[in-house]
């Protein structure tokens, strides 16, 4: 086997600068380590004036403060949580608040964007102008100014608990929140979980067989009512068998609020619809040039072996548009994550109004907060991404791209 000889040093020295980026010839390695001297002096100096004004203020750096008592309310919390707990139990309160607002988000958004970009689409003249109209007037408002429209404009000028809107006297929407009837579990809610699990699990499985034989012989296979049979049979059998899974408490008006059930606050609505609907205009444009982007051919190749258009873009085109409509897709769901942001506007208790706002404002511990609210959205949008990343693999490989 041949030995390939080492290059002289000669040769080395120009690799070695291109591979840095810099100017042939020893002017541009000079270059590149007064760039490196200076990027370390600045990180020096930003480090010392830190240090300086925390010893002026007499703050102690480090993370021992989230041990310490809050002092505060939160208005929304997943958990439980009082006053009385730490610092580090609001980080985790609004942690899942921007959680629960961004997945809920994400969900109506792909839901509501995929429609109107099917609308616009649609040889139904009305149907189309109005989904169109709805892209261009969404997206040329702010969405600062939707969040505001939705909770002062529309949410506010509800009626007030006393005379909320009632829905068969168990639902209550009043400018305090969507009031709804609270689950309670009971001893058979374990069995009822199970059981319900199982046959969505075997559903999935009888649709992926179902359409693996589809493409594979042509074999048409009914899964709705299998599907139907198992989400409904299972757990009504566990019900007979384990009792009821859980019983409902249905919130009463006492004094001037209402007690019992689950309370929606205005801000956690208003802030939903604004995200949802905002980023939802901006899926139906990617959704639309994904479908277009596939060659017109495909649906009539579709047409002309007499499947329906809803079964034509189900089976042909979607699959095929996917490979264009996700990566943008990804960007949005990325945005409609940090938008959340602007929940600190209506007061939502989400991680940057209670831990980089309230939190930091009490304890002074501003690069420590600020350095964990930086990482936790950055580890948000690292896991969308290879999430989304993944689903794309998977797309290509089961149309063998």
């Known amino acids: 086997m041949a030995i390939e000889p080492r290059k002289p040093p000669s040769q080395l020295l120009p690799r070695l600068q291109r591979a840095l980026g810099g100017r042939a010839g020893w002017s541009g390695f000079v270059l590149q380590l007064l760039f490196?001297?200076?990027?370390?002096?600045?990180?020096y100096e930003i480090v010392a004036n830190a240090r300086a004004n925390l010893q002026a203020q007499r703050i102690t750096a480090g993370f021992g403060f989230l041990a310490n008592n809050a002092g505060f309310d939160v208005s929304q919390s997943l958990i439980p949580y009082s006053g009385s707990d730490s610092y580090t139990r609001v980080f985790v309160v609004g942690l899942l608040n921007t959680l629960l607002v961004s997945v809920i988000g994400i969900f109506f958004a792909t839901v509501i964007g995929f429609l109107v970009a099917l609308g616009r689409l649609s040889p139904n003249w009305l149907l189309s102008r109005i989904a169109g109209g709805y892209v261009e007037l969404i997206r040329n408002l702010p969405l600062l100014f939707q969040i505001l429209f939705w909770y002062l404009a529309v949410l506010a000028a509800l009626p007030n608990p006393r005379q909320s809107i009632s829905i068969f006297d168990s639902i209550f929407l009043s400018n305090r929140g969507l009031v709804v009837p609270k689950p309670v579990g009971q001893a058979g809610f374990e069995p009822f979980v199970v059981a319900l699990l199982v046959a969505i699990v075997a559903t999935i499985a009888l649709w992926r067989y179902a359409r693996r034989q589809l493409f594979q012989s042509g074999k048409v296979i009914k899964v709705w009512p299998y599907a139907l049979g198992m989400i409904i049979g299972l757990p009504l059998i566990s019900m007979l068998i384990f009792g009821i899974p859980v019983t409902w408490e249905v919130p009463v008006?006492?004094?001037?609020?209402?007690?019992?059930?689950?309370?929606?606050?205005?801000?956690?609505?208003?802030?939903?619809?604004?995200?949802?609907?905002?980023?939802?205009?901006?899926?139906?444009?990617?959704?639309?040039?994904?479908?277009?982007?596939?060659?017109?051919?495909?649906m009539e190749a579709g047409s002309s072996?007499?499947?329906?258009?809803?079964?034509?873009?189900?089976?042909?085109?979607?699959?095929?548009?996917?490979?264009?409509?996700?990566?943008?897709?990804?960007?949005?769901?990325?945005?409609?994550?940090?938008?959340?942001?602007?929940?600190?506007?209506?007061?939502?208790p989400d991680l940057v109004s209670v831990?980089?706002?309230?939190?930091?404002?009490?304890?002074?511990?501003?690069?420590?907060?600020?350095?964990?609210?930086?990482?936790?959205?950055?580890?948000?949008?690292?896991?969308?991404?290879?999430?989304?990343?993944?689903?794309?693999?998977?797309?290509?490989?089961?149309?063998?791209?």
């Open 36 to 43: 490196v001297a200076a990027l370390a002096w600045i990180s």
């Open 253 to 298: 008006l006492r004094g001037f609020n209402f007690a019992g059930g689950s309370r929606l606050i205005p801000e956690f609505v208003a802030l939903t619809l604004a995200l949802s609907t905002y980023t939802a205009a901006f899926i139906a444009e990617i959704v639309r040039a994904g479908i277009l982007s596939v060659h017109k051919g495909q």
């Open 305 to 348: 072996l007499g499947l329906q258009r809803g079964s034509v873009l189900r089976l042909i085109v979607i699959p095929q548009a996917l490979r264009v409509i996700l990566p943008p897709l990804t960007n949005q769901y990325l945005n409609l994550t940090k938008n959340s942001s602007l929940a600190v506007a209506i007061g939502y």
């Open 355 to 401: 831990f980089a706002g309230t939190t930091l404002s009490q304890t002074g511990q501003a690069i420590e907060i600020i350095g964990i609210t930086m990482g936790v959205y950055l580890l948000i949008s690292l896991v969308t991404s290879a999430i989304m990343s993944f689903y794309g693999w998977r797309i290509s490989r089961s149309m063998g791209g």
